[in-house]
């Protein structure tokens, strides 16, 4: 059996037994809508942001097969049940789809998160246009270094944090951070006073995280500790806990550590119900 297979037939044997106790509550109510600060970056949004990336990568994903049109029109959808936070990233090809949306809401009240693949501070540098012109926008307020996986990568990649610290005090950006894909590149971005607000996956069974969940919460409290913004992803783990979304939501809830998480809905079915069941947790 290939890792790959291994590790996702290991997640769906951990999600068939893993449940929360019946007796389990929430210490407060919680809603999609909550406004949040995102940890000291004094950016304010919507404790459920919507994510434009299901099985993203290469200019695609699910929600951009919906077109521009169907794609804003579902942001839209989010807005009006009161949702201010877009994610977004050039690998899902996702901004033309956001800029729809931003022409019919008051720029200021929402957040956009954007992602950026690139390793080279020529290329980032350029990208800062490139990526305003295409969401349509002067600024954007989360922008982060995306998928990084080396453990040195605050050596390694200093001239494309200095470029994106410049930006910031351009106010091209409003905050800049990094979305980590392994354990070494969580406690280093964890050490970093560059890093404002780091995405990080976490859910209660491990799946398509950087490690054990105790592993990863035990630096995502560091993190929250100095200050730094944590938003999640992977909240339903890709999927393998779309049968218990109700656990995994009061789990991501119940943390005390995530200012907020993405969840990236593919119609409008889809988010009306996780803003019921974030609700109802």
Known sequence: MRRREFLRTSAA??????????????????????TVTLGNTGIKTSRLAMGTGTVGWAGHSNQTALGIDGLSKLLLNGYDNGLRFFDTAT????????AEALKHVQRDKVCVMTKDDSRDAKTVRANLDRFRRELGTDY??????HCVTEGDWTTRFRPV????EEAKQKKIIRSHG????????LRAAAK???VEVDLARINP??????ADPATVLSVLKQMKADGKAVVGMKILGAGDLRHKQDDAIKYALSLGILDSFTIGAENQ????????RIAAA
Request: proline share 6%; aromatic share 10%; net charge negative.
């Open 140 to 145: 954007i307020d989360v922008y982060l270094i």
């Open 91 to 98: 690998g899902y090809g996702s901004h033309p789809h956001v």
């Open 161 to 164: 944090m200095d470029v994106l």
């Open 13 to 34: 044997a951990a999600a068939a037994a893993w449940f929360l106790p019946k007796s389990f509550a929430l210490p407060q109510k919680f809603s999609a809508s909550d």
């Open 205 to 210: 069974i491990g799946s398509h995280m950087d």
């Open 178 to 185: 990094v979305s980590c894909h392994s354990i070494e590149a």
């Open 269 to 276: 079915a889809e988010q009306n119900d996780l803003v019921r």
């Open 192 to 194: 970093s006073p560059w």
